[in-house]
Every structure is written in C-alpha cells, then in structure tokens.
Nanobody, 115 residues
Framework: QVQLVESGGGLVQAGGSLRLSCAAS????????MGWYRQAPGKQRELVAT???????NYADSVKGRFTIARENAKNTVFLQMNSLKPEDTANYYC?????????WGQGTQVTVSS
C-alpha cells in the first residue's frame, strides 16, 4: 500500500505561481510513475503531468510551458511548479502513484486562481 500526502495549494491571482508537493510512503517500488491530475467542479478528472523514476515527463497541452514537474527519488517526493496561472487552472489537484496496474491517490489540494 502507498500513502500520498499533498501540500502547497492555495489562492493566487492570475499570472501568479504555486508549488505543489507530494510525499509518498509505504511499499514504494524502485520504478514507478508519479504525477498530478486535477478535477474542476462538474468536470472529469484530467491529467496535468506525470514523471517516471527515470525522469521521463509528460504534460497536458494546456499546461505545457507553464508547469514543470520534478521528483526527488531519494525522498519519494514529486513537485509541480505552476507558473503563469490562469483562472481555468482552478481545480482540486490530486497526486498519483502508479506501478503496473496499481494506482494510489492523495486526498487532493485545492488551487484557486482569481482573475
């Protein structure tokens, strides 16, 4: 079992920045993929960005050039640096750990961008 604890959400004005962190604990396998997904009210959960243990990253088109995902394997932690935030980035952001068919989710952290 893998537990995920997120931090770093909050309220920011459009054009501002936030940094999310997610720490994983429990039965962590050496190779895994961690990432961030988000869900706005009335919408489906969507991919934001993922990064593998060997630093291969993947981004949603809507955040490319504005968001950067990184990880610190020694601490089983993944970060999401969000710059040039837009009101449409407002959502609950969820950390995800995946290995093979196993998925674990964090509780979510709210990001609100005011115009």
């Amino acid at each position: 079992q893998v537990q995920l604890v997120e931090s770093g959400g909050g309220l920011v004005q459009a054009g501002g920045s936030l940094r999310l962190s997610c720490a994983a604990s429990g039965s962590i396998f050496p190779y895994n993929i961690m990432g961030w997904y988000r869900q706005a009210p009335g919408k489906q959960r969507e991919l934001v960005a993922t990064i593998s243990s060997d630093d291969i990253s993947n981004y949603a088109d809507s955040v490319k050039g504005r968001f950067t995902i990184a990880r610190e394997n020694a601490k089983n932690t993944v970060f999401l640096q969000m710059n040039s935030l837009k009101p449409e980035d407002t959502a609950n952001y969820y950390c995800n750990y995946r290995r093979g068919g196993f998925n674990s989710w964090g509780q979510g952290t709210q990001v609100t961008v005011s115009s």
